[in-house]
């Protein structure tokens, strides 16, 4: 049986592993946790993993947002060997579904990784004026047409 390959079905099985490997943790490799999970663009997230253990104490871990093959760092943490690594960011401002994994960057245990965890931002909502804001720009309108009246009868009174 001869199963001809396309770059469309290529492409769905890379994203279908891809999908499949962020939701799930990779045997041998270390989870992490986001929260709050979703977010909202630009909101502050903890980043968080547990599987950096005494051999790894005092290594400086990265956390990134590897969506689309790219490496954004996102915050950093030292690791003491014990406790779980954690840190904060809010640069995770694009929204959609972004992949992040944390890498060991300085110490022992250099180019150590974690699973890739999914991640859904959601787009921020759009702000909505105050009461103030509306008072002040009708002020404003107000003024402009007012001093539109009053500029056009002088002028008028001056010339006839």
Not at 54 to 83: H, I, M, Q, W, Y
């Amino acid at each position: 049986m001869l199963i001809k390959k396309s770059a469309a079905s290529l492409a769905a099985g890379a994203a279908l592993a891809l999908f499949m490997s962020a939701g799930a943790a990779q045997a041998g490799f270390a989870p992490i946790t986001t929260a709050p999970n979703p977010s909202v663009a630009g909101a502050s997230v903890t980043l968080q993993s547990t599987g950096f253990g005494p051999a790894c104490a005092g290594a400086n871990v990265e956390f990134r947002d590897v969506t689309g093959g790219g490496a954004k760092p996102l915050c950093s943490a030292t690791t003491d060997g014990v406790s779980p690594v954690t840190c904060s960011t809010n640069a995770l401002d694009e929204a959609g579904l972004r992949m992040v994994q944390a890498i060991v960057t300085a110490g022992p245990c250099p180019g150590m990784a974690t699973a890739i965890t999914g991640h859904t931002v959601n787009a921020a909502p759009t702000p909505v004026p105050t009461v103030g804001e509306w008072t002040m720009w009708g002020l404003t309108g107000l003024l402009l047409i007012g001093g539109g009246v009053f500029a056009s009868r002088r002028f008028r009174a001056t010339t006839a």
